[in-house]
């Protein structure tokens, strides 16, 4: 009888599963497409940067000079630094370079960080204590969420010098925005190497970290219409959540389901590795693929002669902020409203020179800290 | 004991079935055992959860452990195989330590489980974060992983075969015989089924009920060095583990509050929820939709156990 029962349940669940409609990818307009900054960063894709070659993290795209002899003032300085958090290890990298930049710089004599472990409420009432405190001569800001931060940035800029970097405002108070060439370049790179390589009808599957993210969904947005006016067929799109399990767990799916794929477009570098085992242990060819410059995927990437392309997110970015913030407060011209940092692409061809070996493997190739106080190991290096 | 066949190895069998039927590579021996591996974490999860709720009690805090598992020994092992046993050991002792404490406040400060495993999840996963500083910087070495990621080859008939699936069936030998063949696991049902009568027919309630907070802490352990090694460091990789292995041991014929539940019924329902994601993904379903679906079971599989009670 019982066993009949479940038979009988069984059967029926299957035929209210089968009814279910093929859950497609959800297709709709992101609010995070702009035409103009998309033509814009592809340009400066293709732009040669002012500044010395062998920093790039004091070179700038297409500058413009920002006047800055009214915050000049006698050193040594407090520079205070609010942080959105170190939630991942590209922060973990950039800040651990920030604080080696300052310690290289005589000339600043305390830096005071606040960090606001990814909440918005406490980075607003962070600034609102920096400020308040009296102490900074110079506010650094990397902010959380852009529209929630701005009216904070706005006021501490009444009061103080103020510099933003990674993810941006809605404001021009800050004296400079600091920044590489964007999202939109990111995002393209991947795309457009991909459908370079994939025959027509090639399937591709497009792997994010989550969403809502300006930095992130610009990405996925210029990708988005690449990919749009290929012939290639994306058959999925999904989030990790910046997850090795969840990643591995979701390819392993789609391979199950779709027996092939030929490419992986990612958005950040920290799953490609747990994405290209999934096709390992799964005993398929390794496909092209999108990754970051962190070590693990280039190590991989360079001893297994795999086919890819890595878009880069410079974390150097950390250290421009300290060296603007000196270049302010000695009264020098920066590069402003907007600092526009090279974005260097890793390519099959480049792979070679951006090799550490000594370098743990969520450590950034391009974190501009190789000749800074405590170089390799601070960064957890040999 | 098991009498018969219970209804959910039936449900297993139709759902592996109506599996190959859109998959054919999953009904060979290669695509099994790959089935089995990504199985195999959550399935020895299920068994060592059952040893508490056969007791009447539920543990939480198995997730939180098995992240703490997987960032602690990254943290330890820090990029040197050499490391690797030690680190190994340690964590078995970190989880023994885990299952003595949730055991121990149980019984004598008599905090309902629900509570204590609960307030150890929270702390687990807190200090698992503190201790990497909230970003995974780490990384496992091959020998750490092999357990999880790898084969062992040569076997006759079967060519290749998972060191999980080797862990997984010697996990479930073990805890077969201990549930079913030894006086502790007598008692466990007993304590589960009727704390009262099995504390005046001299059950040590205390004792065996902290050694099953200890078979759970340690499966979590086995559980969190196998899923370190399928994917890598993780800091969500235990999130919702607890869940799962509740699910698998109500699904496999345990009644929730203790005093009824077979162990071979326990796997089967950890190997039948994984199976049953692996047919929603091969229809199409997205992931949320099949994490949802999970609440559903547990609820449904309550609700089918109470009714037959009912009727019988």
């Given at each position: 009888m019982q066993r009949k029962e479940m038979v009988a349940l069984v059967l029926a669940a299957a035929l209210l599963l089968s009814a279910m409609p093929q859950a497609g990818v959800a297709q709709r307009v992101s609010e995070f497409w702009d035409p103009d900054e998309f033509a814009r960063q592809m340009a400066l894709l293709e732009m040669e940067p002012v500044g010395p070659p062998d920093k790039p993290w004091l070179q700038a795209l297409d500058p413009t000079w920002v006047d800055t002899s009214q915050y000049k003032k006698d050193p040594p300085w407090t520079i205070c630094f609010s942080n959105a958090g170190l939630f991942n290890p590209w922060r973990v990298v950039g800040f651990t370079t920030m604080q080696a930049a300052v310690e290289a710089?005589?000339?600043?004599?305390e830096f005071i960080v606040l960090d606001a472990e990814g909440r918005d409420e406490k980075q607003i009432a962070d600034i609102a204590d920096l400020v308040a405190s009296g102490r900074c001569d110079l506010l650094i800001v990397s902010p959380m969420t852009t529209a929630a931060l701005t009216p904070a940035v706005e006021r501490a800029a009444q009061q103080l010098p103020v510099i933003v970097f990674d993810r941006g405002v809605n404001?021009?108070?800050?004296?400079t925005f600091i920044s590489p060439i964007g999202g939109y370049a990111f995002g393209a790179q991947g795309a457009r190497f991909i459908a370079e390589q994939l025959p027509n009808g090639g399937k591709v599957l497009a792997l994010r970290i989550s969403p809502g993210v300006d930095v992130l969904e610009t990405r996925w947005s210029a990708a988005e219409r690449i990919f749009a006016e290929t012939n290639l067929e994306i058959i999925g799109v999904e989030f990790t959540n910046d997850d090795r399990a969840v990643a591995k767990s979701i390819v392993t799916d789609y391979l199950l389901r779709?027996?092939?794929?030929d490419a992986v477009w990612m958005d950040a570098g920290a799953t490609t590795v747990a994405v290209l085992e999934a096709f390992e242990d799964l005993g398929y060819e390794i496909p092209v693929f999108t990754g970051e410059d962190q070590q693990d995927v280039l190590v991989k990437w360079y001893e297994e002669g795999l086919t890819g392309i890595a878009p880069t997110y410079p974390t150097f970015q950390w250290r421009t902020a300290v060296e603007a913030a000196v270049m302010v407060l000695s009264g020098q011209p920066i590069p402003g409203p907007e600092w526009k940092l090279p974005q260097p692409t890793i390519t099959n061809e480049t792979l070679a020179q951006y090799l550490q070996y000594n370098m743990p493997p969520q450590h950034y190739a391009l974190c501009g800290c190789e000749d800074l106080p405590g170089y390799p190991q601070r960064w957890g290096g040999r | 004991m098991v009498r018969r066949v219970p209804p959910i190895f039936v449900v297993l069998l139709a759902i592996c079935v109506w599996i190959s039927l859109l998959n054919p590579r999953f009904a060979t021996v290669p695509g099994f055992m790959s089935f089995l591996m990504r199985a195999a974490p959550a399935a020895i999860l299920a068994a060592g959860q059952l040893f508490v709720i056969v007791a009447g009690g539920f543990d939480l805090s198995v997730g939180s452990l098995i992240t703490l598992v997987v960032l602690g020994s990254s943290m330890l092992i820090d990029g040197d195989p050499a490391n690797t046993a030690w680190v190994i050991a340690v964590m078995f002792l970190i989880g023994i330590a885990v299952g003595v404490f949730n055991g121990a406040v149980t019984s004598w400060l008599k905090v309902p489980s629900f509570i204590t495993t609960l307030g150890m999840l929270v702390t687990l996963k807190g200090f698992a974060l503190l201790w990497t500083g909230g970003a995974p910087r780490g990384f496992l070495p091959n020998n750490f992983r092999v357990f999880g990621r790898n084969r062992l080859t040569?076997?006759?008939?079967?060519?290749e075969v998972p060191y999980a699936v080797i862990i997984l069936l010697v996990v479930a030998v073990v805890a077969t015989y201990l549930l079913h063949r030894t006086g502790w696991g007598k008692q466990l049902i007993a304590l589960g089924d009727n704390p009262r009568a099995a504390r005046l027919s001299g059950v040590p309630t205390a004792k065996v009920r902290i050694l099953a907070f200890v078979a759970s802490a340690t499966s979590a352990v086995i559980a969190g060095i196998l899923l370190g090694g399928f994917s890598g460091v993780s800091t969500n990789v235990g999130d919702g583990q607890e869940l799962g292995a509740i699910s698998a041991a109500v699904l496999g014929g345990a009644k929730l509050l203790g005093g009824r539940g077979t162990m071979p019924g326990a796997i089967a329902g950890a190997l039948t929820l994984q199976a049953l994601f692996t047919l929603l993904n091969l229809l199409g379903w997205p992931k949320p939709l099949r994490d949802g679906l999970q609440g559903v079971i547990i609820i449904g599989a309550v609700a089918y156990t109470a009714w037959r009670e009912r009727r019988s």
């Open positions: 710089n005589p000339l600043i004599k404001t021009r108070a800050p004296i779709y027996g092939q794929i | 040569g076997v006759p008939l079967l060519d």
